[in-house]
């Protein structure tokens, strides 16, 4: 889902959706830095305490919008992140911190003025959790097909025997000896190796050697020195170290521990894992990212976003530590030039975006087209294998519900259609748009026996009694009218309220609130769940015509 408009807005009217709120599994943010040297689309010029209100307006309803087991990270340099943090402290609570994250975020050739102090680099990313104790966190790894081959060097060459009879080789050895470099010493074997192969040996053996230590994983080894182990372990430490052969230890519901004079047996098998479809040596990442590209980013997602464009590699991280499947929604209410939608979306992820410019429409909208379409072949597209196909929705924020006439009294914006004031009224009392094409009474529904029946003209007794009657004793109508005859409030099954009161009771003038904001509401059917749209457009409901009437007749006070 995409909404081009501004992004408090968008949030105020996914606040009041029961099938977001409290639903969002992830939330990335990478708001304007506050830095002073705003970029093409963005206002990055406030003055601090604006900054940070507008942070905060924002950072309470994505609070509400997040899963009890979801979790946010926001993107700041180092302008306004230790304020924020104190903000996210208040709003999320520092017992759901979960870790600041360090990126290198540019390079120093990229810089061409001198700077007062160390180069700027560094951008830093804060996650916070929910509800930590409910926290579901995928740990991410970075792969290397390069083994340290000094300490990696030995395998064991009769590893299906008992582990006291385990004999070590060389790896270097190995590898010379089946290159036909056979010798008295490794000495022997490297001469001979590097009078055939000249300056290229040492590569040409290393490249032979770290294949097979990945094949052989298994029993390729190293000794490590274990560091403050328990007592029971240093008194087998200690014995092993007058022994010459491995001894084998034995732990309930863990991996047996392998110890050869002192120093425990650590295999490379134990950091093998298989990322992206290839096998290698794996470690955890860590909260400090130098690895991801920070330059020649124009390409991605085909669109232009100079100085603001995040690598689809960051996204796609992200993504992965706090997500686990296709139910799982990803927000991001600065939408920028889409990445987060775009990743997400390859990814097999739900995905809302919100974004003011129009650049919603000039960089978003065609960057998700491409994606849909196949067309996009940069980022992460190969290794999400990602073929095309798919959908969005496309909103465009409404207009005001109220504005004031020439006289200051609040009144309908005219600008509102019927079926848009319909729908803005079921959203309000959460309803279900759903207009009859049998009952024009029948705009929404909250049940199966409740429904919601929205007019602009002023009802009389007798065409309230009239709809009691239809309505019947089994089912209830909530009727949204400008003014009636007080004589209707004794029809048990119609509750009645008038739209301006009805109104004013939740909203203030001259103040944000959204919750009736939104021009085209998502239908609650299968069918619009994959629907590709590059603008917004209408709904086109067959029942239309039971709101053709909605402003007709005249108007009550």
């Known amino acids: ?23 969002v599994k992830f939330i990335y943010i990478d708001p304007p830095f506050n830095t002073g040297s705003a970029f093409e689309h963005y206002d990055d010029n406030l003055e601090h305490s604006t900054w940070l209100n507008m942070m905060r307006e924002r ?11 979801g979790a946010i990270a926001l993107q700041l340099d180092d302008t306004e992140v230790a304020y924020c943090k104190v903000l996210m402290d208040e709003i999320f609570g520092r017992k759901n911190y979960i870790t600041t994250i360090t990126i290198e975020a540019a390079t120093t050739s990229s810089f061409k003025t001198v700077n007062i102090g160390p180069t700027q680099v560094t951008n830093f990313i804060l996650c916070y959790s929910k509800d930590k104790a409910r926290l579901i966190y995928n740990q991410p790894y970075l792969g290397s097909k390069e083994v340290d081959l000094a300490h990696f060097s030995r395998f064991i060459e009769n590893f299906e025997d008992e582990c006291e009879r385990w004999r070590f080789k060389s790896i270097n050895s190995y590898i010379l000896s089946e290159m036909g470099y056979e010798g008295s010493s ?24 770290n294949e097979f230590a990945i094949n052989n994983a298994y029993r390729v080894f190293e000794t490590k020195t274990l560091q403050k182990p328990a007592a029971w372990l240093s008194d087998h430490l200690k ?37 992206d479809g290839e096998k290698v040596i794996a470690r955890p ?65 739900r995905w ?72 803005a009224m079921c959203k309000h009392f959460n309803y279900t748009y759903a207009p009859s094409a049998e009952h024009y009474w029948m705009h929404g529904k909250a049940t199966e026996n409740a429904f919601i029946y929205v007019t602009t003209n002023s009802l009389t007794f007798d065409q309230l009694k009239a709809l009691s009657d239809e309505v019947g004793e089994e089912r209830s109508l909530l009727i949204c009218c400008m003014a009636y005859e007080g004589a209707g409030d004794s029809l048990t099954n119609l509750t009645i309220k008038k739209i301006p009161r009805v109104v004013l009771d939740r909203c203030e003038w001259g103040k944000d609130d959204y919750s009736l904001k939104i021009a085209e509401l998502p239908m609650h059917d299968e069918e619009s769940e994959a629907v590709e749209i590059t603008s917004a457009r209408p709904n086109k409901n067959k029942a239309s015509a039971a709101q053709a009437n909605l402003f007709d007749g ?3 006070n």
């Not at 081009?4 to 409290?22: C, F, I, M, Q």
């Not at 950072?59 to 087991?69: M, N, T």
């Not at 974004?355 to 190969?382: F, Y």
Request: proline content about 3%; charged content about 25%.
């Open 186 to 209: 490794a000495n022997s074997q490297w001469a001979k190796a590097k009078r055939a192969l000249g300056d290229d040996a040492i590569e040409i053996v290393n490249e032979k050697a």
């Open 59 to 69: 950072l309470v309803i994505l609070h509400d919008l997040l899963a009890p087991e």
């Open 239 to 275: 014995r092993s170290k007058d022994l010459d052969h491995v001894i084998k230890l034995d732990r309930d519901g863990l991996d047996p521990l392998y110890i050869y004079q002192g120093r425990q047996v650590y295999f490379l098998g134990k950091g093998l894992r298989e990322i």
């Open 285 to 349: 990442v860590s909260n400090l990212w130098t690895d991801l590209p920070t330059n020649n980013l124009q390409s991605e997602g085909g669109v232009s976003f100079p100085s603001g464009k995040k690598p689809e590699a960051l996204i796609r991280r992200l993504i992965q530590m706090f997500t686990s499947g296709s139910e799982d929604i990803v927000l991001d209410s600065f939408g920028g030039s889409g990445t987060t939608g775009a990743v997400a979306h390859k990814m097999g992820r």
């Open 352 to 423: 809302i975006m919100a974004e003011l410019g129009e650049h919603a429409v000039t960089h978003i909208a065609p960057r998700m087209k491409n994606i849909i379409l196949g067309a996009d072949k940069s980022g992460v597209t190969e290794v999400e294998s990602w073929k095309g196909g798919g959908g969005y929705r496309f909103f465009k924020l409404a207009p005001s519900l109220l504005q004031k006439d020439k006289w200051g009294n609040l009144v309908i914006n005219k600008d509102y259609r019927p079926e848009m004031l319909a729908e």
């Open 1 to 23: 889902m995409l909404i081009h408009g501004d992004n408090l807005l968008a949030l105020k009217a996914l606040e009041t959706d029961s099938n977001v709120r409290g639903k």
């Open 554 to 556: 005249t108007e009550g």
